[in-house]
């Protein structure tokens, strides 16, 4: 029961956020509605009226007293699309598509649009298209959101479906010519854009993205990863002891960054971003994702000394932490970090409109570390450098086009480029990389290197670099490791070109 409330919590608030929003997306589309509904009421009522009187005057004058689908239209499917509420679709699609976008002012139009689009079965009406999409929502794994969205997808479905079974008795209806495909009434954005607005694809790219780098914020916020049992973690829960000590239980909660499960992290990060004092930066900010406090943090250095006294850590700018310096602006974290935070500003804000606008999010963190060492001369100082690993292709018997894994850092004084591969789902590939083992296999690799050096990646974090910031490349052979210690090292002399 815990467990079920607890979900019941999460989409909620996933909802609440995404209500905001689609409603602030939508508003336009709303208002359309409602002008155009307050426009068609005088005409639209009379019918109604009409209807109703020679109904209880002479029931004998319609066959059998059943509603006309007009009727039905106005009665049970017009107040559904007046409504500010978004369609049960918002259980699953965060934004990009909603039942309103089925719907035309007048119900010959609507029904002679569904039907054009296959989304009517004329023969068998209770298994019409639509009827399944309004039902998705019953197939959902996810319980609390079932629940949540029961009454309205019931709602929706009943309306449907008593109209559309009317319409379907009605010859003219059923011989109604198809517009022409300009006039259909459906989303504005391609199938593609409303796959990747989905709350579940959003979630998993979180855990890909994010959940995944959370050991980098060990132990200060991730109490769940802290195990008494473990001698090795002694120390770091008195250092945590010893931070919660020192700030306050108020402020021990909020060190508590990372729940016990991504969807609960990423519930509370929702929740704590819509609270937010004013001037400070939310952890997630979905104005300027750049500026999301998730981010700012961990590549912000510890808080200013005054006269020997450490100040306190500040959330506004400039950012100070605490925890000091876990991040660099640039390391494969950070450009995780970023990609996702970008992405979920751009689902929740409805900007997607075309498949080119969509990125790839095909990134699967592994632990297999790179380390380049002894940069060459000609690599400025911080510069940021791209690793691309190629597989060998035995049919071709060539490199593989696509990289099969990436990682970024930048140069450290000590010229050392470090990072943990990502591995890459290929194109078309539903999924790659199973979700918790992460490995190349072993063999032989071709390994390319990217030199940043116009800068690209500091307007566009999430940029991959191309042919004209290619250095080098090297072949690597033999397993792939999974500790820093044992990392793959590559003298930066090795690189040919
Ligand atoms: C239980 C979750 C769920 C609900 C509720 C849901 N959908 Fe979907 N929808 C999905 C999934 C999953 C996909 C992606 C299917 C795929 O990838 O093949 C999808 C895809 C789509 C697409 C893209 C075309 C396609 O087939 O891939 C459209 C359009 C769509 N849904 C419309 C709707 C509408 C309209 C509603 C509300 C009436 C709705 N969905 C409710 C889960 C849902
Ligand atoms: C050595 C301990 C330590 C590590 C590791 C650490 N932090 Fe922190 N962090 C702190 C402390 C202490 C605070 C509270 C004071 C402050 O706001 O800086 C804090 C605060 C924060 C806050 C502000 C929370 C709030 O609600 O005010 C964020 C966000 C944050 N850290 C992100 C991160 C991320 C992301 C990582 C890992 C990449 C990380 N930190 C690693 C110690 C740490």
Not at 291 to 317: F, Y
Request: hydrophobic share 35%; net charge positive.
């Amino acid at each position: 029961m815990r467990i079920i409330n607890n979900i019941q919590v999460l989409s909620s608030t996933i909802l609440i956020l995404m209500l905001v929003v689609i409603s602030g997306v939508n508003t336009l589309t709303n208002r359309m509605w409602l002008a155009l509904s307050r426009t068609l009421v005088p005409y639209s009522r009379f019918p109604l009226l009409v209807g109703g009187l020679l109904l209880t005057i002479g029931f004998g004058l319609f066959a059998n007293g059943e509603p006309t689908p007009l009727e039905l239209f106005d009665e049970r499917v017009r107040p559904i699309f007046q409504s500010e509420d978004p369609s049960s679709c918002v259980q699953c699609h965060l934004s990009s598509v909603d039942l309103k976008d089925y719907i035309l002012p007048s119900h010959q139009q609507t029904f002679a649009s569904l039907k054009a689009q296959g989304l009517i079965d004329l023969r068998n009406p209770a298994k019409s298209k639509i009827l399944k999409l309004i039902q998705m929502g019953e197939k959902d794994s996810d319980e609390g959101a079932r629940l949540i969205h029961e009454k309205t997808r019931k709602a929706e479905h009943k309306a449907f479906a008593a109209w559309i079974e009317a319409c379907c008795k009605d010859p003219a209806l059923v011989k109604i010519p198809a517009p022409e495909s300009d006039a259909w009434a459906k989303p504005n954005r391609p199938d593609a854009v409303v796959r990747h607005t989905r709350k579940s694809r959003v979630v998993d790219s979180f855990v890909r993205s994010i959940w995944s780098q959370r050991m980098r914020c060990f132990p200060c916020h991730t109490p769940f990863e802290l195990d008494e049992s473990n001698p090795k973690h002694l120390r770091p829960i008195e250092k945590v002891a010893k931070f919660e000590d020192q700030f306050g239980q108020e402020h021990a909660q909020r060190l508590r960054l990372f729940k016990k499960s991504p969807e609960e992290t990423l519930k509370h990060w929702i929740e704590r971003s819509q609270r937010v004092p004013e001037g400070n930066y939310p952890l997630i900010n979905i104005k300027e994702p750049r500026r999301s406090l998730i981010l700012l943090k961990p590549t912000s250095k510890l808080p200013e000394k005054v006269n020997g006294i450490q100040k306190k850590a500040s959330n506004a700018h400039p950012v100070s932490h605490m925890g000091g310096l876990k991040m660099h602006v640039d390391d494969q974290s950070y450009k995780a970090f970023f990609a996702w935070l970008e992405d979920y500003a751009k689902v929740v804000g409805g900007t997607y409109q075309s498949v080119e606008e969509l990125p790839r999010d095909n990134w699967y963190p592994s632990k297999h570390m790179v380390i380049i060492e002894d940069a060459p001369k000609e690599w400025p100082d911080q510069v940021r450098v791209q690793l691309f690993v190629h597989a060998w292709d035995e049919n071709r018997s060539a490199w593989e086009q696509e990289p099969i894994a990436f990682t970024q850092n930048s140069l450290t004084p000590k010229r050392r480029v470090a990072g943990a591969l990502f591995l890459l789902r290929p194109q078309g590939a539903e999924r790659a990389w199973r979700p918790e083992e992460e490995t190349l296999p072993d063999g032989r690799y071709l390994l390319k290197v990217y030199v940043d050096s116009k800068q690209r990646l500091k307007s566009q974090p999430t940029a991959m670099l191309s042919e004209s910031n290619f250095y080098g490349q090297t072949i690597v052979l033999g397993p792939w490791t999974k500790t820093f210690k044992d990392a793959r090292k590559i003298a930066g002399n090795q690189f040919s070109r």
